[in-house]
């Protein structure tokens, strides 16, 4: 895959203004493409659109896809490429909407650059997007066929079988397909819940599957967001937490997701911060069933011990495993906390905890959270690429994980 040499001379001379400016230049595509597609809206997440999360991402995964094409030793965009794929798969995106998309964000280049963009400055970006955007529709393609999903009909429905009460906050949905059965997944993949919300939208939104592979359901534990600093609260978060029952069905895409727990059995490290338990809770139900002898340390941040989701399922699984140790920080009553192991005061310290040797880790929690333990571990001496992570959105780490 690379441009024409035409493409790739005009490309290069423009790049560093393109960059300069891509946030912007996104920040008039979404809004020009809403207005002309609202039904777009029914797969986008309006909630990160608001805070400019989406429009960050694409930015940034347009510009470090351009800035392959013309370095042959710049990262390998590959990764970027398929989590963004499984994203895509779990939204339900299909191959026309890249015409739709490529359109618009053409036409905010123009807006945004001005008479900077002239028809050769506007065929060589074309080109670029249409390379990016023909590999992602090829690999999303592999992706549905793969699950046996047709793309024209991407969502199945479930019933909701059971709900348990995890916290105040938290609950877990154990759901079952209405017809059929559970699409073959690998541990810490996720899924995309799509509700109609007040207001007339379809919103989607993505939750680990919290449960490892069973059969015949699959358990997703959600967080009821609640708004900070001016923010809504979380739409689905929100209509799930008041409406999803027993018996309720509800519409649920393909597993997907390209963070999943390895088959070897070398050791492996855990690490999450509140709601990014639930990837932790799927990997440790599933070697607990299937590899109870593996090397396991798990590191977990919460406010309390009451806020700690799902820690009753950990405890007996750590219990049940050879060698398996926990350390919970709490910021509020570690000293009261009744944990297995007793709690650290305050927020997650991995300085001077012990680490198997050639582990595998695993993180997933806020973005902040998991760029100082990723700086930490790799000070402890663990390689940066057996650090894998997890991200709630879109994911803004992707091309700067030293940040």
């Given at each position: 895959m690379q441009l024409s040499p035409d493409s790739a001379a005009v490309?290069?001379?423009?790049?560093?203004?393109?960059?300069?400016?891509?946030?912007?230049?996104?920040?008039?595509?979404?809004?020009?493409?809403?207005?002309?597609?609202?039904?777009?809206?029914?797969?986008?997440?309006?909630?990160?659109?608001?805070?400019?999360?989406?429009?960050?991402?694409?930015?940034?995964?347009?510009?470090?896809?351009?800035?392959?094409?013309?370095?042959?030793?710049?990262?390998?965009?590959?990764?970027?490429?398929?989590?963004?794929?499984?994203?895509?798969?779990?939204?339900?995106?299909?191959?026309?909407?890249?015409?739709?998309?490529?359109?618009?964000?053409?036409?905010?280049?123009?807006?945004?650059?001005?008479?900077?963009?002239?028809?050769?400055?506007?065929?060589?970006?074309?080109?670029?997007?249409?390379?990016?955007?023909?590999?992602?529709?090829?690999?999303?393609?592999?992706?549905?066929?793969?699950?046996?999903?047709?793309?024209?009909?991407?969502?199945?429905?479930?019933?909701?079988?059971?709900?348990?009460?995890?916290?105040?906050?938290?609950?877990?949905?154990?759901?079952?397909?209405?017809?059929?059965?559970?699409?073959?997944?690998?541990?810490?993949?996720?899924?995309?819940?799509?509700?109609?919300?007040p207001g007339g939208t379809r919103q989607p939104r993505q939750y680990t599957i919290s449960s490892g592979p069973r059969g015949d359901s699959l358990r997703v534990t959600i967080k009821r967001v609640r708004g900070v600093n001016g923010a809504p609260d979380g739409q689905v978060s929100g209509w799930l937490h008041e409406n999803a029952k027993p018996g309720t069905i509800l519409d649920v895409s393909q597993p997907a997701g390209d963070v999943v727990l390895d088959e070897s059995d070398a050791p492996i490290v855990l690490v999450s911060a509140g709601i990014g338990i639930t990837p932790v809770a799927a990997i440790m139900e599933d070697l607990s069933r299937r590899q109870p002898d593996r090397t396991v340390r798990l590191f977990h941040a919460d406010k309390s011990h009451g806020t700690h989701a799902l820690y009753d399922g950990l405890r007996r699984q750590v219990l049940a495993m050879s060698d398996a140790r926990a350390q919970n920080w709490y910021e509020e009553g570690a000293e009261s906390a009744p944990t297995l192991h007793p709690a650290r005061p305050g927020f997650m310290d991995l300085t001077d905890v012990e680490l198997p040797e050639s582990a595998q880790v695993f993180m997933c929690g806020p973005l902040p959270f998991m760029q100082i333990a990723r700086r930490t571990l790799i000070g402890q001496g663990v390689p940066s690429e057996s650090i894998h992570y997890e991200v709630f959105g879109p994911d803004l780490w992707a091309q700067n994980p030293e940040g």
């Amino acid at each position: 895959m690379q441009l024409s040499p035409d493409s790739a001379a005009v490309v290069a001379a423009t790049a560093g203004v393109v960059a300069e400016h891509a946030e912007e230049i996104t920040k008039v595509f979404y809004p020009d493409m809403f207005e002309a597609h609202p039904e777009l809206l029914n797969v986008f997440n309006v909630a990160n659109q608001a805070v400019g999360e989406q429009p960050k991402a694409l930015a940034a995964s347009v510009v470090a896809f351009a800035v392959q094409l013309l370095d042959p030793d710049a990262p390998d965009f590959t990764p970027v490429m398929q989590r963004i794929a499984h994203k895509h798969v779990s939204l339900g995106i299909q191959a026309r909407d890249y015409t739709i998309v490529g359109r618009y964000l053409l036409g905010a280049v123009g807006k945004v650059l001005g008479d900077a963009v002239t028809p050769e400055v506007a065929a060589a970006w074309d080109e670029v997007y249409w390379l990016f955007a023909t590999a992602l529709i090829a690999e999303e393609a592999k992706l549905y066929a793969q699950a046996g999903t047709d793309p024209e009909q991407p969502w199945r429905q479930y019933r909701v079988v059971e709900r348990f009460e995890e916290s105040d906050e938290v609950f877990s949905l154990l759901l079952a397909p209405v017809s059929g059965q559970i699409p073959s997944h690998r541990t810490g993949q996720y899924v995309a819940i799509a509700v109609d919300v007040p207001g007339g939208t379809r919103q989607p939104r993505q939750y680990t599957i919290s449960s490892g592979p069973r059969g015949d359901s699959l358990r997703v534990t959600i967080k009821r967001v609640r708004g900070v600093n001016g923010a809504p609260d979380g739409q689905v978060s929100g209509w799930l937490h008041e409406n999803a029952k027993p018996g309720t069905i509800l519409d649920v895409s393909q597993p997907a997701g390209d963070v999943v727990l390895d088959e070897s059995d070398a050791p492996i490290v855990l690490v999450s911060a509140g709601i990014g338990i639930t990837p932790v809770a799927a990997i440790m139900e599933d070697l607990s069933r299937r590899q109870p002898d593996r090397t396991v340390r798990l590191f977990h941040a919460d406010k309390s011990h009451g806020t700690h989701a799902l820690y009753d399922g950990l405890r007996r699984q750590v219990l049940a495993m050879s060698d398996a140790r926990a350390q919970n920080w709490y910021e509020e009553g570690a000293e009261s906390a009744p944990t297995l192991h007793p709690a650290r005061p305050g927020f997650m310290d991995l300085t001077d905890v012990e680490l198997p040797e050639s582990a595998q880790v695993f993180m997933c929690g806020p973005l902040p959270f998991m760029q100082i333990a990723r700086r930490t571990l790799i000070g402890q001496g663990v390689p940066s690429e057996s650090i894998h992570y997890e991200v709630f959105g879109p994911d803004l780490w992707a091309q700067n994980p030293e940040g």
